[in-house]
């Protein structure tokens, strides 16, 4: 993700510069401490740029699935896939029993995410039950399962102050002003050889600007680690599907 890439070419224009305004390395063009600062400022400048870049509305031509038709339009989203040697029954079963000490560097990534402080068990603080279990008892609202092709979940990102509403399907279909709702499937489909192929794509859309500009931000920064535990996520459930 473009927007992404540039706050993380600020962070480290940042970092780069002030490691240079101790120890300033004319070989590649940064004699004095002055000339180090610069870079650092302009790593600031980028980083805040990214973070407070404009998004942009996308909307789904056909649909074709029943994420498509909770959620036609976003401004966010991330796809991934994976071939996996296993039938799609297999797969979908895989999906929802797979745990996320199964998953590579999930623990850690959730832990940075939160700060290391504690959490109630959930998506952020999960045990060693399966991790879509541990999902829709800590947040999260299962929207459709069409075994063993599909599985949506969703969950409110960003609300306004005051009542919130209940985390209805309506509330993902039409989301009200003010709100920023997320939605997550897995998808299953043959390969034609006796495996499947499985994808995962999470979907964002903000019903206001203060909305999008909050979850904006949010997004450009844990990017990098939400894509990570995603791959790692399709691969623990290949790995189970495959299992003899």
Do not use: C
């Not at 600031?44 to 036609?72: H, K, N, Y």
């Not at 459709?144 to 009542?163: N, Q």
């Amino acid at each position: 993700m473009a927007g992404s890439s540039f706050a993380y070419t600020g962070f480290v224009m940042l970092v780069v510069g002030l490691v240079l305004a101790i120890r300033p390395v004319p070989a590649i063009g940064v004699a004095t401490r002055s000339r180090a600062m610069l870079v650092a400022a302009a790593g600031i400048a980028i980083g805040l740029a990214s973070l407070a870049a404009p998004s942009f509305t996308s909307r789904v031509p056909v649909p074709s699935s029943r994420l498509d038709e909770l959620t036609p339009e976003w401004q966010f989203h991330e796809v991934h896939r994976r071939r996996i040697a296993a039938p799609p029954s297999r797969v979908f079963a895989a999906l929802k029993e797979v745990r996320a000490d199964e998953i590579a560097f999930f623990h850690t990534l959730t832990w940075i995410r939160r700060f290391g402080r504690p959490a109630p068990p959930g998506i952020l603080n999960a045990g060693r039950a399966p991790i879509i279990e541990i999902a829709l008892k800590g947040g999260f609202t299962l929207l459709a399962e069409d075994a063993p092709r599909e599985l949506v979940v969703g969950t409110v990102v960003v609300a306004p102050p005051g009542p919130r509403q209940a985390r209805t399907l309506e509330l993902f279909r039409s989301p009200p002003p003010g709100y920023a709702v997320g939605t997550m499937n897995f998808q299953v489909t043959p390969d034609g050889a006796g495996g499947s192929w499985l994808s995962t794509e999470t979907r964002v859309v903000a019903t206001s600007a203060p909305a999008r500009r909050v979850f904006a931000a949010y997004w450009r920064v844990i990017y990098p680690g939400s894509a990570l535990i995603r791959r790692m996520w399709l691969r623990a459930i290949a790995q189970r599907a495959e299992r003899p």
